[in-house]
Nanobody, 132 residues
């Protein structure tokens, strides 16, 4: 069964950090662009960050929403076959369910985009709560 599984969410105080992880089951993420989306209570889902498919000797060109630039870092761990999202300097407005999403991509594809409809493999989400 092809699926994505997120982990690493939890309750953290403002200013704290978490590391979210996205792992694939039944396929590998190397040839997929991967994105993180989040959904706050009572709001729609928004794109947070994405990263291109793996490309040997070429950068992954991550993309970030303005609201998280400088605080969130997306990266690939090719050994563990996961994509992680390091979230730091957390604010209460970062609270929500964080989803990992993936789409097959070519090496020649342009930079990834935070457009929900482009991604067709989704995880179940992991809850992040920022509260004192």
């Amino acid at each position: 069964q092809l699926q994505l599984v997120e982990s690493g969410g939890g309750l953290v105080q403002p200013g704290g950090s978490l590391r979210l992880s996205c792992a694939a089951s039944g396929f590998t993420l190397d040839s997929y662009a991967v994105a993180w989306f989040r959904q706050a209570p009572g709001k729609g889902r928004e794109g947070v960050s994405c990263i291109r498919r793996s490309r040997v000797f070429l950068p992954n060109d991550p993309n970030y929403a303005d609201s998280v630039k400088g605080r969130f870092t997306i990266s690939r761990d090719n050994d563990k076959k996961t994509v992680s999202l390091q979230i730091s300097s957390l604010k209460p407005e970062d609270t929500g369910v964080y989803y990992c999403a993936a789409k097959a991509a070519f090496r020649s594809d342009p930079d990834c985009r935070l457009i929900e409809s482009e991604y067709y493999r989704w995880g179940q989400g992991t809850q992040v709560t920022v509260s004192s």
